[in-house]
């Protein structure tokens, strides 16, 4: 993997799909870009050529379709990306040039990064942890935390999703949480419904809508702001993270 003497400090989303975000880590036009979890390829190829930055390395979160689709016609176009991912997850995750696993560190366009088991959404999800180097710390979580939210337990037990979702809220508070998905509003709708009285949820549920009235992204949020708001991140243990993300799945308000 090319490794940069300067580090690369920005982050920009791509919205694709109806609600999926493609996170793109790079510097100035002209240099090296990283995307996290490219569902497609077409939009995010454009952003990067209208930028004049060349793709050095594609992460992934984990398997589902729309976070790993754009990468063959990625590497189409840039051959020699590096292609990130757990390596637990060979056989479902293809095109992997390295493999890694919960407790890793490596270097990412000058960034150190951490990788983080999170299992919960699927058995071999992790998440990318970059610890500040000038700006704020970065998290790159797929499906595991969203604004508001968790993702569903497809393959994890809630033991599981409860002990990943507190892993993450043990990082420091200014982390930016990049979830991969819109889907705050609704999820702080429900959380406003269940759970009525909660002044943090009514207050950011009322800026959000404001933020998605406007055609604004409600990501990236904070892990403090997450801990302040986020009903999967405040459960008190596995049954209530259980009860919780049950009738999330049942809601249809
Ligand atoms: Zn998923
Ligand atoms: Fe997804």
């Not at 930055?53 to 990625?74: F, V």
């Not at 409860?162 to 991969?180: F, I, K």
């Not at 403090?224 to 308000?253: C, I, P, V």
Request: with cysteine; charged share 15%.
């Amino acid at each position: 993997m090319p490794l940069h003497t300067s580090a690369v400090q920005q982050v920009s989303l791509i919205p694709v799909l109806s609600d999926n975000y493609v996170f793109v880590l790079h510097g100035d036009p002209g240099g090296a870009a990283a995307v996290v979890d490219p569902a497609v390829a077409d939009p995010v190829i454009a952003w990067l050529e209208a930028r004049d930055l060349h793709l050095a390395a594609i992460l992934h979160t984990h398997h589902h379709h729309d976070h790993i689709g754009g990468t063959p016609a990625l590497l189409q176009r840039w051959p020699a990306a590096a292609v990130i991912a757990s390596a637990a997850d060979r056989a479902r995750i293809p095109f992997q040039t390295q493999g890694v696993a919960g407790g890793d560190r490596f270097t990412l366009l000058g960034r150190e990064v951490q990788v983080l088991a999170v299992p919960g959404h699927t058995a071999h999800h992790i998440a990318y942890y970059l610890p500040a180097v000038a700006g704020r710390d970065e998290l790159f979580c797929g499906d595991t935390l969203f604004a508001g939210g968790c993702g569903r337990l497809f393959e994890g037990t809630p033991t599981e999703m409860h002990r990943s979702l507190q892993q993450l809220a043990a990082l420091p508070e200014a982390t930016r949480v990049w979830g991969a998905h819109e889907y705050t509003e609704a999820n702080l709708r429900w959380a406003a419904a269940v759970e009525p009285g909660l002044k943090a949820v009514v207050e950011r549920l009322a800026q959000v809508q404001q933020q998605r009235a406007a055609g604004q992204p409600t990501i990236p949020s904070s892990i403090g702001l997450e801990k302040a708001t986020n009903l999967f991140l405040q459960a008190a243990n596995a049954d209530q993270l259980r009860q919780r993300r049950g009738s999330k799945d049942l809601w249809r308000g």
